[in-house]
Nanobody, 124 residues
Framework: QVQLVESGGGLVQPGGSLRLSCAAS??????MGWFRQPPGKEQEFVAA????????YYADSVKGRFTISRDNAKNMVYLQINSLKPEDTAVYYC???????????????????WGQGTQVTVSS
């Protein structure tokens, strides 16, 4: 059974940091990514990683503040979030493509599996 389980969300003050984790199980995955859905808005792309952390891509709104990485030995994907802003408040979702889909992508349709999400709230 394929599972993606996110963790690490929470309430943080502006300027703070969080590290989101995604535990993937059930099969070998290709591309991995993070998306988010702010309150009252549609889901949007955040960051993507290919088979290794050497290949990454970020939304302009998070570039320089967020870092995506993966550990294939542990089947984990991480999102380090620094310099958090109130507009980063959202439910963050981990997504994965099937084995063999190694090119990075910012398109939801290129991901086959999704986690349940973890809430990140940035507020003073």
């Amino acid at each position: 059974q394929v599972q993606l389980v996110e963790s690490g969300g929470g309430l943080v003050q502006p300027g703070g940091s969080l590290r989101l984790s995604c535990a993937a199980s059930g099969r070998t995955f290709g591309r991995m990514g993070w998306f988010r859905q702010p309150p009252g808005k549609e889901q949007e792309f955040v960051a993507a990683v290919g088979w290794t952390s050497a290949s990454t891509y970020y939304a302009d709104s998070v570039k320089g503040r967020f870092t995506i990485s993966r550990d294939n030995a542990k089947n984990m994907v991480y999102l380090q979030i620094n310099s958090l802003k109130p507009e980063d408040t959202a439910v963050y979702y981990c997504a994965a493509g099937r084995s063999g889909t190694y090119s990075i992508s910012d398109q939801r349709s290129d991901y086959d599996y999704w986690g349940q999400g973890t809430q990140v709230t940035v507020s003073s």
